[in-house]
């Protein structure tokens, strides 16, 4: 997500006018969503086999579920994989694509570096409240020096550097949110010089091992992978960090603040997750107007989604109050990303159809 720079412009304006001017309440942090135990199922490790339930057995309404499939198929969709309680419901492909086929899962990989930074912080290697350049020295940004040593790695979390595409100096950390690729790009940076290591190793070692994501590729910090293991990545965060008996981030109030409202500008942001049921979003592709919409971003969508949201609507859905989790990989849907006219608003008015009243929780 880009900004034309009249965006930035009015950005600031709306941003600036809703900050409050003491620092202390920069970050004010929302009740988690995430329920206990939300999943009973964990697939074999080593396998490909995953459990399946049908959705008669669930309840639902299998004639519009297919409708929710078949928009998918015609939205330029790859995959599709609806999971409740961890088992597979619904398992798609189209376009020559099957459960061993690769692919680009975007900004989806942010959520990722989100809980690794998480994991760090609990092994004592870093603090997201200590400035960037402590890790990676001056210089890393186009902003004055003396503004750059206040950013800090929650910062980059939040979107709330004050950094543009091109890290150039926009405002102060935590006083504008603008989605910067590039800002964010230096949390690998920062990885590596905390733990190291090369950042392809430290996600094998700690992340991915643990949880059997086997089949995926990283082009330089762009990771490519199946949807059957982005859904175990779904599935660790739907239960609350824990894999099959065991933990893999003890931190339970960085998981909790991953997972909340992180400021008071875009309120749908946590540290590199959105957040559907908020009372207003920001919606960056608004050139004209008010950038600020009313919320939740996806009105069909239950309000506890948890959003792992890549280009062109690559998803990883997370549902506690429903026990459902959804992949999708694709192409451009020819739709909007946000929005009540958007492929997951759309997707979603049809699935509910499906799982209304019956027994999804």
């Known amino acids: 997500m880009r900004h034309p720079f009249i965006v930035l412009i009015l950005c600031s304006l709306f941003f600036l006018a809703a900050c409050d001017e003491d620092s202390e309440n920069e ?12 999943l009973s199922y964990f697939p074999a490790d080593g396998t490909s086999t995953w459990e399946k339930v049908t959705p008669d057995k669930l309840g639902w309404q299998v004639n519009f579920l297919q409708e929710a499939i078949d928009f998918a198929k015609e939205k330029n969709s790859y995959s599709l994989i609806i999971l409740h309680k961890g088992r597979i419901v619904s398992e798609n492909y189209w376009q020559d694509k099957n459960e061993d086929s690769l692919h680009q899962i975007e900004s989806v990989a942010k959520s990722m570096v989100s809980f690794q930074i998480g994991k760090l912080e609990e092994q004592g290697k870093l603090k997201i409240t200590e400035p960037v350049s402590q890790y990676v020295g001056d210089g890393w940004s186009k902003a004055p020096l003396q503004k750059e040593k206040t950013i800090t790695i929650k910062h980059l979390l939040t979107m709330s550097s004050g950094l543009d595409s091109e890290l150039n100096y926009l405002a102060d950390p935590g006083r504008m949110w603008y989605y910067s690729n590039e ?152 739709l909007p990303e946000l929005g009540q006219h958007s492929f997951d608003n759309e997707f979603w008015s049809r699935l509910m159809k499906a799982i209304k009243n019956n027994g999804a929780g």
Do not use: C
């Not at 970050?27 to 939300?38: E, G, L, N, Q």
């Not at 990883?316 to 192409?331: A, F, H, M, N």
């Open 183 to 334: 800002a964010f790009a230096v949390l690998f940076k920062i990885i590596e010089a905390a733990t190291g290591q090369l950042f392809p190793e430290f996600f094998e070692q700690t992340l991915f091992s643990k949880i059997k994501i086997s089949n995926y590729e990283w082009h330089g910090i762009h990771l490519a992978m199946t949807a059957r293991d982005m859904a175990r990545f779904g599935l660790l965060i739907g239960n609350k960090g824990m894999w099959n008996g065991e933990r893999l981030l003890q931190e339970e109030g960085y998981f909790r603040d991953m997972l909340s409202s992180s400021q008071n500008i875009q309120k749908a942001y946590g540290y590199l997750w959105w957040l559907n049921g908020q009372s207003d979003y920001f919606d960056d592709k608004v050139t004209n107007g008010n950038p600020f919409q009313p919320g939740p971003i996806y009105p069909a969508m239950p309000p506890d989604a948890l959003l792992a949201m890549g280009h062109f609507d690559q998803r990883i859905e997370i549902i506690p109050s429903l026990d459902l989790i959804i992949i999708r990989q694709g192409g451009d849907t020819g």
């Open 27 to 38: 970050f004010v942090a929302s009740p988690s969503p995430v329920k206990d135990s939300i």
